[in-house]
């Protein structure tokens, strides 16, 4: 993929608009990669800084009711904890956060395709 494609693709993909055959675990992945790919692409004055990594895959999450506040429930923990502002999650992190957010769900498209459903 040319990296205005992969671009435009971080920019615009949803999850919930995707349909996917895989796992949620499996999306998120796939995008985390596409990322990657851009970055790998680009000069080190061109790549995109991981805070906008974040809000392209935050983004991603709307509409996904189990995944979309994945981010802002990080940020209040942060917060509880003390942690002063501004606190900047990694994307990385995030991608790991979202992960574990998506095992419930994933466990459960399982179960219920083992019984037929």
Known sequence: M?????????????LIDSN???TH???ITNFAETLHQYQAL??????????????FLNSSMRGTTHLE??????????????????FNITF???VERLIQAAQPHDASLG???????
Request: charge should be negative.
């Open 2 to 14: 040319h990296s205005q494609e992969l671009l435009r693709y971080a920019h615009s993909a949803r």
């Open 20 to 22: 996917p055959r895989g």
């Open 25 to 27: 675990q499996s999306w």
């Open 42 to 55: 680009q000069t080190e004055e061109n790549k995109l800084s991981d805070q906008m990594c974040v809000d």
């Open 69 to 86: 506040g994945v981010l802002d429930t990080c940020y209040t923990a942060r917060k509880a904890a003390g942690v002063p502002d501004p």
């Open 92 to 94: 990385e992190e995030y």
């Open 111 to 117: 179960q219920s395709r083992g019984r037929g459903g």
